[in-house]
Structures are given as structure tokens and as C-alpha cells.
């Protein structure tokens, strides 16, 4: 893998990327957060992803390489987004002399994705969305019940005295539930792993042991994924998106993945999105023992089904 700074849009983004070309289709990975660039937990907990792609991982203006880029609050910031993802995308098709490459989108990486594919299918042979994200209010009520019950079942006095009575729009868009969200569905393996646990110092020793990052880099990232520009997008601007009523239709083949205890983008919500979605050919993976990741949780299984959306092609 190699790490490179690629000028689109009058920014320079920092991008991984495999440079090795062969007959491998090219891969767009759009990673979430959406601050948080996943080249390291990808490349360290599925390598098997370089079997079937030759990947690129363009991280976000704000987040990681780029926590130095100045980003502006609300929906605009996920339309540059898409545009500078179209023009990394049209940068290594031309770079490696390939005619399409497939997307992937990751947890909210996939509001990025369906966008892109949306406005520019040509450069695409089909869209992949993993934990795909839809309406954050209902999810963030489904995620609400998880709590409440845990709690019960558990017997928190106290986390149970602030849920009850409290499911309303400004409770659930507020930076307290996210935490409060974050802790709980961490500890029930609801988030980045199910079949074990994942933690923040977990997350700390993977990126500070990831050889393409330097030391100044690896400070950047967790500085922009604790930042308040993050809070911004989460408690805020993303609760009056419906991302299946904007995308309402793909001319591309469309593969959602989910994982059954995912509560960071509910399978509940992935399936209203692909209700919505109008596309030539879809199909809906669930993955029954998974959390955010299902390539951590069940590797073979999401290596037989990448392997025969490839063979599609």
C-alpha cells in the first residue's frame, strides 16, 4: 500500500492506495464516521479485501491526513465530499487505465457513496453500501429502545430515570444520547465488532501502530474524531436527512450488507433504504452474527458474496 496526497477540487487529500496493477477491478472504499478513515482496521482485520480489488481509501476533507482542511457545517459538507470522491475516482481510473471501478461505502460513508453513484453512475460498475445509513432519527429510536431495555434488564437507576419518558427529537439529536449511545452498544458488542470485544484503546493501538501514517498524522486523526465538528454532524445536520427520499433511484446494480447487531446504522433503517431505492439489480446481505463491520465478524461469508458480486461484471 502506498500513501499519497492527490490534489482535487483545489484541496490535497490524503489517499491509500495499492498500487500494484493487475486484472483486479478497482475499488472506491468511502469510509464513516464520518470522520474516521478505516484504512488501518480494514487492511489489519480483512486483508482479504486485496485478493478481489485493487483498493483505494480517500480520506475525507476534516478527518485523518486532511484534519487540517476546514470544513463547513451541514448537508454542503457531504456534497464536497461526493465531488472529490467522483474526482479521486476519475484520477485513478486514468491512473491505472481502467474503465469503471466499484464504490464501497461504509456507515456513513455510504451517504457519501450513494451520492456519488447517484450523480456520476458512468464511473461505476455498481454500488456496495456496508451499515448503510437512511433516517437518524428513527434509527436513533431504535437505538433508544436497545438502551432503555438494557437498562432495565441491567437495573442502571440512573441511565433509566434520564431514558424514560425522554424518546423525543431533541433528546435523541442531542451530544448526550450519542455518548451515553456509544458506551452502551460498545459494551453489548453492538458497534464495531459483535463476536468480541472492541474498544477505544484497541482503536488507539491500531492507528498508532499503522506503518503509513506518521506520528503528526496519527495525532491528526483522533484530534479530528473527537472534534466538535464531528458532534456537529452527528447531533445535528444528519437528523433532517432521509438519504432513501434523496436517492430514490440508482441506474447502477446496488448490494447492501448489514449486520444483524449493528446499532451504529441499523439493518432496520438499511432496509428502508433499499425499499426505497429503485436500481436495475439489488441485493440485501444480512449477516446474522455481526455488529458495524461484518467483513470483522463473519470474513468467509463476506468474501463468498463479494466474490460473486464481482463475478456479475
Known amino acids: 500500500m502506498k500513501k499519497e496526497f492527490i490534489q482535487v477540487n483545489e484541496v490535497s487529500l490524503g489517499t491509500i492506495f495499492d498500487d500494484k496493477v493487475d486484472e483486479r477491478p478497482l475499488l472506491i472504499y468511502v469510509h464513516g464516521g464520518p470522520l474516521y478513515p478505516e484504512s488501518a482496521i480494514i487492511t489489519k482485520y480483512f486483508p482479504q479485501i486485496s485478493q478481489f480489488f485493487q483498493c483505494v481509501f480517500p480520506e475525507m476533507r476534516g478527518a485523518g491526513m486532511n484534519?487540517?482542511?476546514?470544513?463547513?457545517?451541514?448537508?454542503?459538507?457531504?456534497?464536497?465530499?461526493?465531488?472529490?470522491?467522483?474526482?479521486?475516482?476519475?484520477?485513478?481510473?486514468?491512473?491505472?487505465?481502467?474503465?469503471?471501478?466499484?464504490?464501497?461505502?461504509h456507515s456513513f460513508g455510504t451517504v457519501t457513496a450513494s451520492k456519488v453513484v447517484k450523480a456520476y453512475p458512468e464511473l461505476y460498475h455498481a454500488y456496495i453500501g456496508v451499515g448503510q445509513?437512511?433516517?437518524?432519527?428513527?434509527?436513533?429510536?431504535?437505538?433508544?429502545?436497545?438502551?432503555?431495555?438494557?437498562?432495565?434488564?441491567?437495573?442502571?437507576?440512573?441511565?433509566?430515570?434520564?431514558?424514560?419518558?425522554?424518546?423525543?427529537?431533541?433528546?435523541?439529536?442531542?451530544?448526550?444520547?450519542?455518548?451515553?449511545?456509544?458506551?452502551?452498544?460498545?459494551?453489548?458488542?453492538?458497534?464495531?465488532?459483535?463476536?468480541?470485544?472492541?474498544?477505544?484503546f484497541q482503536t488507539i493501538k491500531d492507528v498508532f501502530s499503522y506503518k503509513l501514517y506518521s506520528f503528526t498524522e496519527?495525532?491528526?486523526?483522533?484530534?479530528?474524531?473527537?472534534?466538535?465538528?464531528?458532534?456537529?454532524?452527528?447531533?445535528?445536520?444528519?437528523?433532517?436527512?432521509?438519504?432513501?427520499?434523496?436517492?430514490?433511484?440508482l441506474v447502477i446494480p446496488m448490494y447492501l450488507f448489514?449486520?444483524?447487531?449493528?446499532?451504529?446504522?441499523?439493518?432496520?433503517q438499511a432496509l428502508a433504504f433499499y425499499d426505497k431505492i429503485d436500481a436495475p439489480k439489488k441485493s440485501f446481505y444480512t449477516y446474522e452474527n455481526s455488529a458495524h463491520f461484518p467483513m470483522f465478524d463473519e470474513p468467509q461469508k463476506f468474501e463468498k458474496d463479494l466474490q460473486e458480486i464481482i463475478a456479475a461484471f
Open 67 to 105: 484534519a487540517t482542511i476546514d470544513i463547513t457545517d451541514g448537508k454542503a459538507v457531504f456534497d464536497d465530499f461526493a465531488s472529490d470522491v467522483k474526482e479521486i475516482t476519475r484520477h485513478f481510473l486514468e491512473r491505472f487505465n481502467k474503465k469503471k471501478a466499484f464504490i464501497l461505502g
Open 218 to 249: 496519527k495525532k491528526q486523526f483522533f484530534g479530528a474524531l473527537f472534534s466538535s465538528k464531528l458532534m456537529t454532524f452527528l447531533t445535528n445536520d444528519m437528523f433532517d436527512m432521509n438519504i432513501g427520499e434523496e436517492i430514490e433511484s
Open 133 to 200: 445509513v437512511n433516517d437518524m432519527y428513527e434509527h436513533n429510536k431504535i437505538v433508544y429502545d436497545f438502551m432503555l431495555t438494557t437498562a432495565k434488564n441491567k437495573n442502571k437507576k440512573k441511565l433509566m430515570a434520564k431514558l424514560e419518558n425522554n424518546k423525543n427529537r431533541a433528546y435523541l439529536s442531542s451530544k448526550e444520547f450519542f455518548l451515553s449511545s456509544q458506551q452502551i452498544t460498545a459494551a453489548e458488542r453492538k458497534t464495531i465488532f459483535h463476536t468480541r470485544k472492541y474498544g477505544s
Open 258 to 268: 448489514a449486520g444483524k447487531h449493528d446499532l451504529m446504522a441499523c439493518t432496520e
